[in-house]
C-alpha cells in the first residue's frame, strides 16, 4: 500500500468521505457528480475491506436465517430496509453503462430452496411480505423450481423465487465509483488514516499522519472503523464486525444463472462470469491469539456440506480458494443513515449484512442528504437515534 495524497494546494473541502469501500466510494461519486466539492479518504488501498471481500450477491430478499429467528414483527419492521435494497437494485441495473465498467452485472433472480413442509410455510409467509412492496416475488412448487434450475437437489420440497436479485463483480464495483468520482473532480487520498475528528467552528478538522484536512460535511462510510471516529465525539453505535468466509472453485461450464440459497443452513451459492462457482453464506472465520482472523476448516466443511446437499452434482468441481472478510451487522438488520444529532455536517452511512448490493443508494442517498436535505425516503426506521 502506498500513500497517495494528489498534489492538492489546499486541504479544506466542503464535503469528505471517509472510507473507500462502496458506500464511501458511491457518495463520493453522487456528490462530485452533482458539483458538490469533496475529498475520499481511505486508510488502505480502496476496496480492501468489506466491499472488496465480499460474495457479489445483489440481494433483494429477506434473509430466511434474520426471518427465522427474529419472526415476523422484526420481517415487518424490516420491510423499508427491504425497500432500500430493491431501489438500490435499480441503479445496479444501469450501474456499468453509468461508470463506463462491466462490473458483470446479472440480475436473473433469486431462488430460496426449501427442505421442510414447515421451512415452505415460512417462505409462503415471507413471500407475502416482499410482495406488499411490489416486489413479484413468487412460491414455487419443487417442478418449478426444477424447471428454473435442474441441478437442485429433488430432495428438495420447493422454493421461493425473487426476480430482482443477482450478482456482481465485488472488485470491480467500488474501484469504478471511486474513478468515476475522480473523473467529475473529487480527490481520492489513500494510504491515509484518519485518526481523529474535532469540531471547529462550523468546519471538522481531520488529523492523519499526513496532516489535517478540513470540511464542512463529513461522511463516516467507514463500516467497521465507524465507532473508532465517532466515539470521540462520545457515540457509538452496536455495530457488529465478525469475519466470515467465502469460497470459490475452479471455472465450470456456465450451469448456475440464479442466486440460490437454503432454508435448512446458511448457503449462497451462484456462478461468477468467469465460470467459478461462489459458496458463502455467513460461515465464521476463526480469530486467532493475535486477534486476526483465520480460515475456520469446521466452517468450511459445514458450508461445503451445505452447498452438496442443496446443489449434489458438484461433489466433483475443486475449491481452489477459501477468503475471509469482516462482516458487518447491526441487532435489527436495518442501516445506520443520516446526521448526527448535535453535530450538523456529521454523517454516518453504513447499511449492515448487505452494503455490497445497498452500496450505491446508500452512496446516493447520503450525497442527497447533503446536497439538497432529501434523502427521497423516510429515513426514521434508519435513524442513527435508535439505539439511543
Ligand atoms: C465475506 C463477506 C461476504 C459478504 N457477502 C455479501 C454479498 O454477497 N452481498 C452483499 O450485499 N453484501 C455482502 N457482504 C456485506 C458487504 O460486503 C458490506 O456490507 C459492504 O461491503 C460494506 O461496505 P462499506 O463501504 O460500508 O464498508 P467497507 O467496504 O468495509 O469500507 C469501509 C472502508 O473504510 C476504511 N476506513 C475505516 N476506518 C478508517 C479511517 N479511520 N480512516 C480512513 N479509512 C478508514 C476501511 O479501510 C474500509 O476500506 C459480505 C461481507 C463479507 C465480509
Known sequence: MTVNIPNISHREFENIVVGGGISGAAAAYYLAKSGGQCALIEQFDLNTQASGRNAGSLHGQIQY??????????????????????????????????????????????????????EFAALKKKVELERTLGIDAQLLSMKEVLEKAPYISTKMLGGAFSPIEGKANPLLAAPAFASAARTHGAQVITGVKVESIE?????????????????????ITANAGINYLTQQFGIEFPISNDPVQVSVSEMIAPMVKHLVYFTGEKLTFKQAKSG???????????????????????????????????????????????????????????????????????????????GFTAGPLLGRTLANLILNADAERDLTPFALSRFG
Open 65 to 118: 436465517e434474520g426471518f427465522h429467528q427474529l419472526g415476523e414483527t422484526w420481517a415487518r419492521d424490516f420491510l423499508p430496509a427491504l425497500k432500500f435494497l430493491a431501489d438500490s437494485l435499480e441503479i445496479w441495473k444501469g450501474v456499468s453503462a453509468e461508470l463506463g465498467v462491466d462490473l458483470e452485472v446479472v440480475q436473473n433472480g433469486g431462488l430460496m430452496i426449501a427442505e421442510s413442509k414447515a
Open 276 to 354: 467459478s462457482l461462489l459458496i458463502g453464506g455467513g460461515w465464521p472465520a476463526k480469530v486467532g491469539p493475535d486477534g486476526k482472523a483465520v480460515f475456520n476448516p469446521e466452517s468450511f466443511r459445514a458450508n461445503m456440506r451445505v452447498a452438496l446437499k442443496v446443489v449434489p452434482s458438484i461433489s466433483k468441481v475443486r475449491i481452489i480458494r477459501t477468503w475471509i472478510g469482516t462482516g458487518n451487522g447491526t441487532p435489527d438488520h436495518r442501516p445506520l443513515i443520516g446526521e448526527v444529532s448535535g453535530y450538523k455536517g456529521l454523517y454516518i452511512g453504513m447499511f449492515p449484512y448487505m
Open 199 to 219: 469540531r471547529q467552528n462550523e468546519m471538522y478538522l481531520l488529523h492523519t499522519a499526513s496532516g489535517e484536512f478540513y470540511c464542512r460535511n463529513l461522511v
